[in-house]
């Protein structure tokens, strides 16, 4: 499974709070990548620029891969207690950064913005 699966459920996590519809199908993902399965911790952390915009971070592997990027990804955007939650506008700027803890130690990806500065 590529890097770019993981951080596109992560984006999409996000629009589906800003377009108010459910748009990841789950089970479909789960089928395609077994691995999305796998009990996983996970961290989001969003950037607007070089800044910290949201970060939200799992300490146990409770949930599925996939059921914690979703959680952590909409937590980043909208639960940050040091952040307003995130307007569209905003995304469409922010770099994901995803961080996966896993028994064979901790990955990292990133995302560039949908619209460059």
Do not use: C
């Not at 770099?95 to 028994?103: G, N």
Request: hydrophobic share 40%; no cysteine.
């Amino acid at each position: 499974m590529s890097q770019s699966v993981l951080l596109t459920i992560a984006r999409a996590s996000i629009e589906e709070v800003l377009q108010g519809q459910n748009t990841i199908n789950r089970q479909e993902l789960l089928e395609q990548y077994p691995l999305l399965s796998e009990p996983m911790a996970t961290q989001i952390t969003l950037f607007l620029g070089n800044k910290v915009r949201g970060d939200a971070k799992t300490l146990n592997a409770n949930k599925s891969l996939l059921e914690d990027i979703i959680y952590n990804a909409k937590a980043a955007a909208f639960l940050d207690e040091n952040f307003d939650p995130i307007v569209t506008s905003e995304y469409l700027h922010t770099t994901i950064k995803l961080t996966i803890f896993s028994s064979d130690g901790e990955l990292s990806h990133q995302s560039e913005p949908i619209l460059k500065d």
